[in-house]
């Protein structure tokens, strides 16, 4: 669930991939990353991300999770698994914006689809295929606001919001109306 408020950034660290399923599964907990990558990861993480190393995101693996969450991180056990072991995964943290103080460019505001249909869905292949050459190859940051001054205090549930895939409000998510209208941009550094 998003609540808007006038700086609702997300910046999102770098991937971090410090085991392999090799023993007993695939452990990227966030203790054992803050201690291995100091101040390279917020302590309070708002969001974590975790993808096999071929990009697959951890959710369309099929594979079964012991933790995957922003307090603890991500944990593939091989006891787990049907198959006996975990593929290799790697994980991304998402900060509090106060966290990221990198010299950050931003894009302009894009606004491509409307809630009408299906949702609101701005999609950063699609915006890159409408605009070529206007954002850049490896967006770390992105930031997404609604269009109408007055949905500034409504939250809607989020299906996804990250700078890799971009923003996707569905109505089908939603408990008593549509998404709102939104706008994103991406931020580089």
Not at 20 to 29: A, C, F, I, L, V
Not at 30 to 48: A, F, G, H, R
Not at 153 to 162: K, L, R, S, T
């Amino acid at each position: 669930k998003v609540t808007h408020h006038h700086d609702n950034l997300h910046c999102w660290t770098q991937w971090f991939d410090r085991d392999d399923p090799s023993g007993t599964g695939d452990w990227e907990t966030l203790s054992d990353l803050l201690k291995q990558y100091p101040n390279e990861i917020c302590p309070n993480p708002v969001d974590v991300e975790a993808t096999t190393l071929s990009g697959t995101p951890a959710k369309q693996t099929g594979e079964v999770f012991y933790k995957y969450d922003k307090t603890s991180g991500f944990v593939c056990r091989n006891e787990d698994q049907k198959q006996g072991m975990c593929k290799d995964y790697r994980v991304r943290f998402s900060c509090p914006s106060a966290y990221c103080s990198k010299k950050v460019c931003w894009t302009k505001w894009f606004d491509r689809d409307n809630p009408s249909g299906t949702g609101d869905w701005e999609l950063l292949s699609d915006l890159r295929t409408e605009n070529p050459g206007k954002i850049c190859e490896t967006p770390q940051y992105i930031q997404a606001k609604p269009k109408s001054p007055l949905s500034s205090f409504i939250g809607d549930n989020i299906y996804i919001y990250n700078p890799t895939q971009g923003f996707v409000c569905r109505n089908e998510d939603q408990t008593f109306m549509n998404c709102w209208d939104y706008e994103v941009r991406f931020g580089c550094c």
